[in-house]
């Protein structure tokens, strides 16, 4: 397998779909999503900053507090929310942010490589929030 989805990216994916199918303008309480996805609210409490403080969602603390989108689920692609949540490199060595690899202007697969990081960057562009819900 080239590719490797972080539990995190994953698990961001499935909270801003169970926000999107669940709320509405509604605000949403994690301890729901988290009861509805499996995924345990302590982990969740890892993740919800990161979708906070990039934007994707907004909430508020006390009663009937809780989550939710800050855009129509068709304004979400993928490819945004899982570079939040961890990389999309398929190799380690092609992201902007990585080590630079000390073989990259003689390594003769580097072409290779980089295409399907293209091909893979274009597809989850291609796919948003509401691409995943319910019909």
Known sequence: MFLTISTRGRYALRVL???AENG???YIAMKDVAARQEI???YLERI???LVSNGLIKGVHGKGGGYKLTRT???YPLDEILRLTGDLD???CLENGGKPCQRAKDCR???MWDK???LINDYLKSITIKDLMKK
Request: glycine share 8%.
């Open 109 to 111: 697969t580097r072409p």
């Open 73 to 75: 689920p068709d304004k």
């Open 116 to 118: 399907l990081n293209c």
């Open 17 to 19: 779909v169970d926000i």
């Open 48 to 50: 919800l900053p990161v």
């Open 24 to 26: 509405g303008d509604e």
């Open 90 to 92: 398929p190799m380690g």
């Open 40 to 42: 345990s609210l302590k």
